[in-house]
């Protein structure tokens, strides 16, 4: 069954990481289908800006566009967050968790970077859906979660081990989510809640300089919206330099190093790089 309904003109979304990037991007679509759309972020003038430009951009009028300013590490910030999107709109049908950090690179980073990572990166999403869920269910119309993962997720590339990490954990839990939810009782039927993991590729975002190879922002939105209607779990995105079947070989690889009993992170290990670089690409 198709679940676009969700996108309709009158729905509502709350969309965490909106100030910038593929949030910002997702808030100006909804917006401009006429939905209201709840955007929360860090405060400042990243936030005040993206709300404004959302609101001017609005079809259903500035009103229907409400800026929240959240750290979704704070959970009574999350709390605020829902407290004000159903004081501001009645109802909710869309939580995106977006929001990121890429707080701390290496392993002799500082602790409290591991600690802010996990916050935000896993506790924030997880805070936030144990806040909307009950909303979500009640809601006897289609209802969805997007949460946003990561390739570093999945494939654990060297590097950046702190996002890593939390990556894959927000992607277990989604999985675990999503499994539950499809098993509920209280959770069946057209107007069931749906959960989602866009997995974007390579995309320019915050205030990072476009490059060639990378997608803009919309083309992410384009593939969460049709992942959702058509009821994708993984929204995997390409880009302009992997394709869709080298993502899948990539995966791959990185699960066969279990089964192959290779070393882990084998695609960057001397003994198999060749080897993984002709069979990834």
């Excluded at 999403?125 to 979500?136: E, G, I, N, S």
Aim: aromatic share 6%.
């Amino acid at each position: 069954m198709e679940r676009g309904g969700i996108f309709e003109s009158g729905k509502v979304a709350v969309i965490t990481g909106a100030a910038l990037g593929i949030g910002k991007a997702l808030a100006l679509r909804l917006a401009g289908k006429g939905m209201s759309v709840v955007m929360a972020d860090l405060p400042g003038p990243d936030l005040d800006a993206a709300v404004a430009e959302v609101q001017a951009a609005a079809s259903a009028g500035p009103e229907t566009v409400l800026g929240q300013a959240t750290d979704v590490s704070k959970p009574d910030q999350i709390d605020a967050l829902k407290i004000a999107t159903l004081a501001a709109f009645s109802q909710v049908e869309l939580l995106v968790n977006n929001a990121v950090t890429r707080t701390g690179r290496g392993f002799d980073a500082d602790p409290e970077s591991w600690r802010q990572a996990m916050e935000v990166n896993l506790w924030g999403p997880v805070t936030a859906v144990q806040a909307f869920l009950p909303d979500l269910l009640a809601n006897p119309a289609p209802t969805a979660i997007v949460n946003t993962g990561s390739k570093q997720g999945i494939t654990n590339p060297p590097g950046h081990p702190i996002y890593n990490m939390t990556k894959s954990a927000l992607k277990t839990y989604t999985e675990a989510l999503e499994h539950d939810l499809r098993n509920r009782p209280d959770n069946q039927g057209a107007g069931r809640l749906s959960t989602h993991l866009l997995v974007p590729g390579w995309t320019t975002t915050g205030k990072a300089e476009h490059k060639p190879g990378a997608w803009l922002p919309d083309r992410v939105v384009d593939m969460l919206l049709d992942g959702v209607a058509g009821e994708r779990f993984y929204i995997i995105c390409p880009d302009d330099e992997v394709t869709a079947e080298m993502d899948a070989k990539r995966i791959l690889w990185a699960a066969q190093d279990i089964t192959e009993n290779r070393p882990p992170l084998s695609r960057w290990h001397p003994d198999f790089a060749e080897v993984a670089r002709k069979a990834c690409s």
